[in-house]
Each structure stands twice: as structure tokens, then as C-alpha cells.
């Protein structure tokens, strides 16, 4: 039995909660996955995991023997990075998830220059806009915006994004410009007026936990407006929705590093300008207990270095 690989997956198979994740994250057979865990432990003499058919526990003997685990396959990480730091460069995968307009337009096409500098270090980029598990999905680390919840994860801030309220002039030609943020939604007639004034359509970006659409969010002086309106076309997706607004869709809210070039061609038109939005804190995340390797390590100071010149702060 190799028992560092042995101790490698079940520590694995502790935090995904499954062979098949741990197997897969680790690029093993899952048969083989299998017999390292029967095997290490037979050696052990105790059962470290708890299975069903639906789901793997760790059992309290595994829980003990996972945190001596953990710390072990540190240290053996750093003595490993320290004999080598000083003569190779990073090597390897690394897995990162990232949203997909930051994808799109700013981490994507700066990679040819990260691969330049660390040639033998790969990236598996994972591009969605998701939630997901870090360690449940082997991933190394993720580019997320706004507050972060999780405290059990670590994270770096990158950069602080501005947002712009925007439409399509063909929207803004048909449907008119608004002067305040409350004009974007329908209002009640009058009394004994019968006539209900509509409101702007929304070009709406809803969460993929909750289903429901974000409201737009409007600042000015002392002022702070949340304003739900009526999506009338809703996404889960940054690049999508920014299609949607290009496409005369609606009214909303998207980064302004995003919609500059389209600005600019004159795609999209800022309305609402006097009224600002909070900016967009960005975050490299990754899990507090995993060791920092240096391919991390790494992959975190280029990442910062791409973000600065879009930093609004």
C-alpha cells in the first residue's frame, strides 16, 4: 500500500464526501480509490469512513485521524516546495472558477501571458457565475464578487468594481429616458384617476441559489433606492445579461469596465448618471484549510496584478 497516496484520498474523500468526487478531482480510478481506503484501513485496524448508499461520513476515529492527516500532507507539501522552490517553477493544474464576464474580458485574454511566465503550471479555468464548493469539486481557487459569507474561506481582495445604469438607444428611443429611479417602476393611479402609469422594463440578472431577480440599487447623497421593477427578461449569467442590454431588452445595472467599449461605439447609453451604486468588491477565495501550494500562490499574484488597472477605488 502506498500510504501517503492513501492518506492523499481520504482526506480527499473527508472533505468532497464522496469516492467518486475524490477520484475524479484526484484523476484516479475509482476502483483504485476504493482499495487505498479498504487497505489503509485494514492497516489501521479502525474504520474511518461511514458509508451508504447515499452518502460517506467520516466516523469518529476518522475525524481524529483526518486532522493529523491534513497536517502531515502540509508539511510534507512545504518540505516539498522548499527543496525545489529555489530551482523550478510551479507545476502542474490548477483549477479556478471565475465569473464569465471577468472571464471574457479581462482574465482570458491576459493567459497567454500567465502561461508565458510559469510554462509548466496549467489552468483548468472553470467559467460560470454559479455558487459551488470549493473543496467538494477539487477546486483551487474562485474569483467572486461581493460580500462574502463564508468565513471559513480565505480571501484576497482583487479589486473594486463601479456599475453603470444603462440601455440600448433603440429601448430608450421607444420607451423614453428616466430622470429618477422611481419613474423605472409602475405607478398606482391616482385617486379617482383609473390610468396606471407603467414602468420601465428591467433587464434583470436573478440568483441561481434563490431564483429571484437582484433589484437595482441607487445611491445620491443621503438617498438609497432599491428598486425591483419588472424583469422583463431576467439572467443568471454576466455575459448574458449584458446581450440583453445590448439587445434593447431593458434597463440594468452591469460593471462599467464591461459596457465602456460599448459606450463608447455608442451600443449603450448611461442613464440615471447622477445616481451612483455601491461599488463591487472582487475576492480570490480559497479554502482556509487547504494548503497555500505555490502554484497558488503564484496564480494569486498574477491574478492581482491583472485586476489592478480595472481597481475603481
Known sequence: MDQLLALRVFARIAETGAFSKAADSMN??????????????RHLGAKLLQRTTRQVSVTPEGAAYYERATRLIAELDDMDESATRARAQPRGRIRVDVGSVLANM????????????????????????RPLDLIGEGVDCVIRGGELAD????????????????????????????????????????????????GHAIAGYFSSLTGRAFPLEFRKGEEHLLVQG???VAVNESTAHLSALLAGAGIGQTFKFAVAPHLAAGHLRTV???????????????PSSRHLSAKTRVFADWV??????????
Do not use: N
Open 28 to 41: 484516479i480510478p475509482r476502483p483504485t480509490v476504493t482499495k487505498l481506503v479498504q487497505d489503509l484501513e
Open 151 to 198: 468565513t471559513s474561506m480565505v480571501a484576497r481582495r482583487i479589486a473594486d468594481l463601479d456599475w453603470v445604469t444603462c440601455a440600448s438607444p433603440v429601448y430608450l428611443g421607444a420607451r423614453g429616458t428616466p430622470r429618477h429611479p422611481l419613474e423605472l417602476v409602475a405607478s398606482e393611479p391616482a385617486s379617482g384617476d383609473k390610468t396606471r402609469v407603467p
Open 304 to 313: 492581482a496584478e491583472v485586476f489592478a488597472p480595472f481597481d475603481d477605488r
Open 230 to 232: 419588472q424583469p422583463v
Open 106 to 129: 479581462i482574465l482570458i485574454p491576459a493567459l497567454p501571458g500567465f502561461r508565458a511566465r510559469h510554462p509548466e503550471l496549467h489552468v483548468d479555468l472553470g467559467v460560470s457565475d
Open 272 to 286: 440615471l448618471g447622477e445616481w451612483t451604486r455601491p461599488r463591487h468588491p472582487l475576492h480570490l477565495v480559497y
